[in-house]
């Protein structure tokens, strides 16, 4: 874990790379789509039933999938061609997605379609993640990784940062049930594009015999469990988006109670715009950062600034004041979140690459997220909103903690056994 600057090769610019860019271009085009139906579902699912519940069921169908199918996807996807496996799940989402507007048109559109199609949409996108985390390393190598999970992280941050703010439009437009059909072209657009990446990685080749189901999962999380500095990387990651599901969960609450930014006023959305447009931020500044330290060594910088910043929003009572520090806390976000995703494709073999990321993802989106926001909604019920935020703070806080002590132990045991 100690911070070995050593010089960098000179690697060719990403957008020469056709494969890359082709991969870029699918994850763009179906963010977009998808970025539209992140609005549309609830709206749509809203307008037939008229119930929080089940609107509170679409929104978790994003995270649940990592519970239940996160360990499988990681198998599968080192046992397959990666390529072939994700423009099958494109054609699978298109597919699913497009039935709702298909049923629609034959009048026996249910509320029940729509909430499986938003569970059974986002398990086939955990699918393709699942795929894109060993594909990306074999599209650019391993150096090249700083740069291309950027690029990637900072698309999907625009896309979803536009797609969200022209939904509302699209569905006056067109209906709840015509957005849908837009992400449904999306991820058949998504799917010629991944067509057209020539010499597309397949999985790792095996030695020996494959082992069994069962076994191939315990190989993924025997390498997560049994490597020291991924470990730790995957405890912090999981604070990290437990600190993210508080964050967003509590906005709005916050913005009503204490920046006095009441029902429509458009300064909320302002407020989730500053949140995102920070990791464009981060996905600019990771990749120089990469150049000078390495990943542990970035993250006990990165983590303490992060918490001030959580700390500057909470104690916030200005909105301006408010937008430039969440802006600014979005940017270390982002920064922990690509640099320990990179860090994991870095260090863990190819043919480990889909369950041993699919396995972190599952630990840091399907149990941070939710946990998270559920905590953050108890503890501003209990002891008022800035209690409440202020869990995401120490989330953040207790992650800088576990990083520093791992590196003074560190050092303290190189300094007794020299």
């Avoid at 449904?184 to 990685?201: D, E, H, I």
């Avoid at 995957?234 to 204490?258: E, H, K, M, N, Y």
């Amino acid at each position: 874990m100690t911070d070995t600057t050593l010089p960098v090769p000179q690697l060719p610019p990403l957008r020469r790379n056709s494969g890359f860019r082709n991969f870029w271009f699918s994850r763009a085009v179906s963010g977009l789509g998808s970025a539209v139906t992140t609005v549309a579902l609830p709206v749509l699912v809203f307008q037939q039933s008229r119930s929080p519940l089940l609107v509170s069921l679409v929104a978790a169908a994003g995270t649940l999938p990592y519970l239940a199918f996160g360990l499988i996807a990681g198998a599968v996807a080192d046992r397959v061609d990666r390529r072939t496996l994700m423009i099958v799940t494109d054609c699978l989402s298109a597919l699913c997605l497009g039935s709702v507007p298909l049923a629609q048109a034959l009048h026996v559109l249910t509320v029940g379609h729509v909430v499986v199609v938003a569970f059974v949409s986002s398990s086939l996108s955990l699918f393709f993640d699942a795929g894109g985390y060993g594909f990306v390393p074999a599209l650019v190598g391993k150096d090249g990784l700083p740069d291309a999970n950027s690029a990637l992280y900072g698309a999907e941050t625009v896309v979803r940062i536009i797609g969200n703010g022209v939904a509302g439009v699209l569905i006056a437009l067109v209906h709840p049930v015509g957005t849908l059909t837009l992400d449904a072209l999306s991820f058949a657009g998504s799917a010629l594009f991944l067509r057209a990446v020539a010499n597309s990685p397949a999985r790792a080749a095996a030695s020996g015999p494959r082992p069994g189901f069962r076994d191939s999962v315990g190989e993924g999380l025997r390498f997560l469990a049994g490597h020291p500095t991924l470990r730790v990387m995957t405890v912090v990651g999981t604070l990290q988006s437990f600190s993210g599901g508080a964050i967003v969960g509590q906005l709005v609450v916050f913005a009503d109670r204490v920046l006095g930014i009441h029902g429509t006023d458009g300064r909320i959305g302002l407020l989730y715009m500053a949140w995102s447009a920070g990791g464009i931020g981060g996905s600019l500044l990771l990749p120089r950062l990469r150049r000078r330290y390495d990943a542990f060594p970035l993250l006990l910088l990165v983590l303490p600034v992060g918490a001030l910043l959580g700390l500057v929003v909470v104690l916030s009572t200005d909105w301006r004041i408010a937008l430039v520090a969440l802006a600014a806390w979005g940017t270390a976000y982002l920064v922990v979140l690509v640099n320990t995703m990179t860090y994991s494709q870095e260090v863990t073999p190819a043919e480990l690459q889909g369950r041993v990321n699919t396995t972190r993802r599952m630990l840091s989106s399907g149990l941070g997220v939710p946990l998270g926001a559920l905590a953050a909604s108890a503890v501003t019920v209990s002891a008022g909103i800035r209690a409440g935020m202020a869990t995401a703070v120490a989330s953040i806080t207790l992650a800088a903690i576990v990083v520093w002590v791992v590196r003074l132990r560190g050092l303290a045991g190189t300094a007794g056994g020299a």
